[in-house]
């Protein structure tokens, strides 16, 4: 009888013990930079499989063909990488390719 009721105290004591909660306490995981993942709290990630626009940088300026962004090495910030910034005109009248050489704008 002893040993049925040792069993018994034993299993209760175990199964009082097991945590079934259903409330997702634990703490979010950190996002990882370089991961090649853009996780919430990051605006870019270093390892990203496509290069980052120069728009990205800043959408309100025109820039030269060839350029790319770039992440921050701590993926919070998008940065100027090799963009560079088309100062030439910013009046579509004016543009190249209207028909007409514009020397004043570098055109040959």
Do not use: Q, R
């Not at 306490?25 to 709290?41: L, T």
């Amino acid at each position: 009888m002893f040993k049925k009721l040792s069993v018994f105290v034993a299993i209760c004591c175990l199964a009082t013990a097991c945590d079934d909660s259903d409330s997702n306490d634990s703490p979010k995981a950190e996002p990882v930079c370089g991961n090649s993942v853009v996780e919430e709290g990051e605006v870019c990630d270093t390892k990203a499989a496509e290069p980052l626009t120069c728009d990205k940088f800043d959408a309100t300026k025109t820039w030269k063909a060839g350029g790319a962004a770039a992440c921050s090495a701590d993926c919070k910030k998008i940065e100027l990488g090799t963009c560079v910034e088309d100062t030439t005109t910013s009046d579509p009248a004016s543009a190249c390719g209207k028909g007409t050489v514009d020397a004043e704008n570098g055109e040959l």
